[in-house]
């Protein structure tokens, strides 16, 4: 299971961390990444990480701006949030994939949503 918080409501130009905690089952040995959803758009990858954090991908739409980390030992993976912009409201969910590596597709667990939203 995947749990994501974390979000509310910030202004354009703020800042907010999500969490995604997991079990040691769902966590272990997987890469970890989020995927965003806006209203009346289609999902859209954001950023993942590799199972020992060696390997980060983002989407060129939050690179500079997001940095995506992990602390293992609590099952657990973190999301910063810097120079927020409107653009970035959305329904924030957590992933993960038992091949270890970091991906734009392909993720077997999805955990429920947190809401973001960027007011300008």
């Known amino acids: 299971q995947l749990q994501a918080s974390g979000g509310g409501l910030v202004q354009a130009g703020g800042s907010l961390r999500l969490s995604c905690a997991g079990s040691?089952?769902?966590?272990?040995?997987?890469?970890v990444g989020w995927f965003r959803q806006a209203p009346g758009k289609e999902r859209e990858f954001v950023a993942a990480?590799?199972?020992?954090?060696?390997?980060?991908l983002y989407a060129d739409s939050v690179k500079g701006r997001f940095t995506i980390s992990r602390d293992n030992a609590k099952n657990t993976v973190y999301l910063q949030m810097n120079t927020l912009i409107p653009e970035d409201t959305a329904g924030y969910y957590c992933?993960?994939?038992?091949?270890?590596?970091?991906?734009?597709?392909?993720?077997?667990?999805w955990g429920r949503g947190t809401l973001v939203t960027v007011s300008s």
């Open positions: 992933v993960a994939r038992r091949p270890p590596v970091v991906s734009t597709t392909d993720y077997d667990y």
């Open positions: 040691g089952r769902t966590f272990s040995g997987s890469a």
């Open positions: 990480i590799s199972w020992n954090g060696g390997h980060t």
